[in-house]
Nanobody
Framework: QLQLVESGGGRVHPGGSLRLSCAAS????????IGWFRQAPGKEREGVSC????????YYADSVKGRFTISRDNAKSTVYLQMNSLKPEDTADYYC??????????????????WGQGTQVTVSS
């Protein structure tokens, strides 16, 4: 079964850090663009960050630049999202997604064919 599995969500205080992981099962992530989306209650889904599968370029939403870092370990078929200096407005369900064409459209994969099930991040004092 081909799927993406996220982990690493949780509850932290403002200013804290979390690292999300997105592991591929049943396929390898080589050449895929992998992105992270988030959706807060009552808000639209937004692209947070994307790492290209063709040239390794990385893109971030303005709201997370300088605080979040995306990285990939193709040997482990895993992509990470290191989130530092977390703010209450970062509270959301976070999803990873894969584009088999390897392309990012800004902070989002361009043609998503796989989605993870999501992991919840809560930033609250």
């Amino acid at each position: 079964q081909l799927q993406l599995v996220e982990s690493g969500g949780g509850r932290v205080h403002p200013g804290g850090s979390l690292r999300l992981s997105c592991a591929a099962s049943g396929f390898t992530l080589d050449y895929y663009a992998i992105g992270w989306f988030r959706q807060a209650p009552g808000k639209e889904r937004e692209g947070v960050s994307c790492i290209s599968g063709t040239d390794g370029r990385i893109y971030y939403a303005d709201s997370v630049k300088g605080r979040f870092t995306i990285s990939r370990d193709n040997a482990k078929s895993t992509v990470y999202l290191q989130m530092n200096s977390l703010k209450p407005e970062d509270t959301a369900d976070y999803y990873c997604a894969a584009d088999h064409r390897g392309l990012c459209s800004g902070p989002s994969p361009r043609h998503v064919i796989y989605w993870g099930q999501g992991t919840q991040v809560t930033v609250s004092s």
